[in-house]
Protein backbone atom coordinates (compact mmCIF):
# COMPACT_ATOMS: atom_id res chain seq x y z
CA UNK A 1 0.00 0.00 0.00
CA UNK A 2 1.11 3.81 -1.00
CA UNK A 3 3.88 2.54 -3.71
CA UNK A 4 3.51 4.06 -6.99
CA UNK A 5 1.68 3.12 -10.09
CA UNK A 6 2.61 3.56 -13.07
CA UNK A 7 0.48 4.02 -16.22
CA UNK A 8 0.91 5.20 -20.26
CA UNK A 9 3.37 2.91 -21.31
CA UNK A 10 2.74 1.39 -24.76
CA UNK A 11 4.31 0.89 -28.71
CA UNK A 12 4.78 3.95 -30.07
CA UNK A 13 6.29 4.87 -33.82
CA UNK A 14 9.68 6.80 -33.81
CA UNK A 15 8.48 10.64 -33.49
CA UNK A 16 5.30 9.42 -31.62
CA UNK A 17 4.31 10.61 -27.96
CA UNK A 18 3.21 9.29 -24.87
CA UNK A 19 2.36 10.23 -21.64
CA UNK A 20 2.93 8.32 -18.23
CA UNK A 21 0.97 8.50 -15.21
CA UNK A 22 2.39 8.02 -11.73
CA UNK A 23 -0.38 7.68 -8.25
CA UNK A 24 -0.38 6.54 -5.26
CA UNK A 25 -3.18 4.47 -3.43
CA UNK A 26 -3.13 5.17 0.13
CA UNK A 27 -0.45 7.68 -0.25
CA UNK A 28 -0.13 11.15 -0.92
CA UNK A 29 2.35 12.76 -3.41
CA UNK A 30 1.96 16.24 -2.89
CA UNK A 31 4.14 17.00 -0.16
CA UNK A 32 7.20 14.65 -1.68
CA UNK A 33 9.21 15.08 -4.94
CA UNK A 34 8.95 12.38 -7.77
CA UNK A 35 11.57 11.25 -10.09
CA UNK A 36 10.96 9.24 -13.17
CA UNK A 37 13.88 6.49 -13.77
CA UNK A 38 14.20 3.91 -16.99
CA UNK A 39 15.28 0.61 -17.45
CA UNK A 40 16.38 -0.72 -20.74
CA UNK A 41 17.56 -4.93 -20.88
CA UNK A 42 20.98 -5.66 -19.64
CA UNK A 43 21.36 -2.03 -18.40
CA UNK A 44 21.07 0.04 -15.77
CA UNK A 45 18.40 2.26 -13.54
CA UNK A 46 18.82 5.49 -15.05
CA UNK A 47 17.61 9.27 -13.84
CA UNK A 48 15.28 11.01 -16.29
CA UNK A 49 13.00 13.65 -14.90
CA UNK A 50 12.62 14.93 -11.56
CA UNK A 51 10.29 17.34 -9.74
CA UNK A 52 9.76 19.37 -6.50
CA UNK A 53 6.04 18.79 -4.22
CA UNK A 54 5.02 22.21 -5.45
CA UNK A 55 5.70 21.56 -9.01
CA UNK A 56 7.98 24.65 -9.40
CA UNK A 57 11.39 22.87 -10.21
CA UNK A 58 11.98 20.10 -12.65
CA UNK A 59 15.08 18.38 -13.84
CA UNK A 60 16.07 16.38 -16.62
CA UNK A 61 18.51 14.06 -18.07
CA UNK A 62 20.66 15.55 -20.85
CA UNK A 63 19.20 12.76 -23.10
CA UNK A 64 15.88 13.58 -22.78
CA UNK A 65 15.94 17.43 -22.09
CA UNK A 66 13.80 19.21 -24.87
CA UNK A 67 11.93 16.47 -25.49
CA UNK A 68 10.23 14.97 -22.02
CA UNK A 69 8.48 17.45 -20.16
CA UNK A 70 7.75 16.33 -16.21
CA UNK A 71 4.24 17.95 -14.46
CA UNK A 72 2.11 17.54 -11.62
CA UNK A 73 -1.62 17.87 -10.32
CA UNK A 74 -1.74 17.52 -6.66
CA UNK A 75 -5.42 17.29 -6.40
CA UNK A 76 -4.91 14.11 -8.43
CA UNK A 77 -2.89 13.00 -6.78
CA UNK A 78 -0.35 12.22 -10.14
CA UNK A 79 2.69 13.17 -11.43
CA UNK A 80 2.95 12.90 -15.29
CA UNK A 81 5.96 12.62 -17.85
CA UNK A 82 5.08 13.96 -21.37
CA UNK A 83 7.40 12.39 -23.53
CA UNK A 84 7.15 13.50 -27.68
CA UNK A 85 9.32 13.08 -30.74
CA UNK A 86 10.66 9.75 -29.07
CA UNK A 87 13.27 7.36 -30.08
CA UNK A 88 14.29 3.77 -30.54
CA UNK A 89 16.77 4.67 -27.63
CA UNK A 90 14.32 5.66 -25.23
CA UNK A 91 12.59 2.11 -25.40
CA UNK A 92 12.83 1.06 -21.56
CA UNK A 93 10.47 0.45 -18.70
CA UNK A 94 9.79 3.61 -17.28
CA UNK A 95 9.68 3.55 -13.14
CA UNK A 96 7.95 6.50 -10.68
CA UNK A 97 10.15 6.79 -7.63
CA UNK A 98 9.20 9.01 -4.17
CA UNK A 99 10.86 8.97 -1.11
CA UNK A 100 13.67 10.54 -2.08
CA UNK A 101 16.78 11.68 0.43
CA UNK A 102 20.14 12.85 -1.04
CA UNK A 103 21.01 13.59 -4.38
CA UNK A 104 17.99 12.88 -6.95
CA UNK A 105 19.74 11.91 -9.62
CA UNK A 106 20.82 8.32 -8.10
CA UNK A 107 18.45 6.02 -7.71
CA UNK A 108 19.84 4.62 -4.24
CA UNK A 109 18.07 7.90 -3.28
CA UNK A 110 14.86 6.83 -3.45
CA UNK A 111 12.56 4.42 -1.20
CA UNK A 112 9.38 3.90 -3.12
CA UNK A 113 9.14 2.55 -6.46
CA UNK A 114 6.40 1.56 -8.70
CA UNK A 115 6.55 -1.76 -10.75
CA UNK A 116 7.03 0.14 -13.84
CA UNK A 117 5.68 0.62 -17.34
CA UNK A 118 6.98 -0.51 -20.48
CA UNK A 119 7.43 2.07 -23.53
CA UNK A 120 8.49 0.74 -26.61
CA UNK A 121 9.48 2.67 -29.70
CA UNK A 122 10.16 1.44 -33.51
CA UNK A 123 12.26 2.97 -35.86
Known amino acids: QGQPVESGGGFVQAGGSLRLSCTASGRTFSGESVAWFRQAPGMDRLFVAFITSDGRNTDYAYSVKGRFTVSRDNAKNTVFLQMQNLRPEDTAVYFC????????????????WGQGTQVTVSS
Open 97 to 112: ASGYSGRYRFRDSYTN
